[in-house]
Every structure is written in C-alpha cells, then in structure tokens.
C-alpha cells in the first residue's frame, strides 16, 4: 500500500508559476512510475504529466507541454510538478498517482486515470485572469 499526500495548490493569476509536491510514503518508492492528473469541477480526471522510476522518460498532456516539467526525487520519496505560464484552464484539482511494475517506456501508455493504483487527496489549483 502506498500513500500519497499532495500539496502546493493555490490561487495564482494567470501567467504566474506553482510547484506542486507529492510525498509517497514507501519504502520503495524508486519502483513506481508517478504522475499526476487533474480534474475540473463537472469534468472528467485527465491525463497532465507521468515520470518512470529512473526519472529518464517523462510525457505530457499536449495541452501542458513546454509550461510544465514533471520530476522526481527517489531519495526524498517524492515527485514534483513545476507549473509555468499558467492559464485559467488550468484550474483543477490536481492529483498525484502511482504504479508498480512499468518499464522505462511503459509509462507512455498509461495515460488512462483507472490505470493507475494508488491516488493522493488532490490539491486544488486555481489560475485567475
């Protein structure tokens, strides 16, 4: 059993940066590919950005790409997401996830949220104009 924990959300206008963190409480934390999704208010949770174990292969949303990098640190048990430029379409709620078992280039498949095992509370993002 993994647990996730997110924080980092908040209000920022659009145009500003937010830096999200999502801390995974296991021992093995280096085997699991992490992503994060987000979900709008009335909508469905969406596929933003996904890192493998190593930290070597990483995927975006096309809608994020180039404004948000995806990290991870194995040593503090915890991935990141650096969030610039940031838009009002942006604003969601902002998940954490985990996965054992996929291969370096995996994770470029898995992009579906009820692929992944283990979820975080969410942490709320809101970009104002």
């Known amino acids: 059993q993994v647990q996730l924990v997110e924080s980092g959300g908040g209000l920022v206008q659009a145009g500003g940066s937010l830096r999200l963190s999502c801390a995974a409480s296991?021992?093995?934390?280096?085997?699991?590919?992490m992503a994060w999704f987000r979900q709008a208010p009335g909508k469905e949770r969406n596929f933003v950005a996904t890192?493998?174990?190593?930290?070597?292969?990483?995927n975006y949303a096309d809608s994020v790409q180039g404004r948000f990098t995806i990290s991870r640190d194995n040593a503090k048990n915890t991935v990141y997401l650096q969030m610039n430029s940031l838009k009002p379409e942006d604003t969601a709620v902002y998940y954490c996830?985990?996965?054992?078992?996929?291969?370096?280039?995996?994770?470029?498949?898995?992009?579906?949220?009820?692929?992944?095992?283990?979820w975080g509370q969410g942490t709320q993002v809101t970009v104002s104009s």
């Open positions: 996830a985990a996965l054992s078992s996929i291969t370096e280039s995996g994770i470029l498949y898995y992009s579906r949220a009820r692929s992944w095992e283990y």
């Open positions: 296991t021992d093995t934390f280096s085997s699991y590919a």
């Open positions: 890192i493998s174990w190593s930290g070597d292969t990483t």
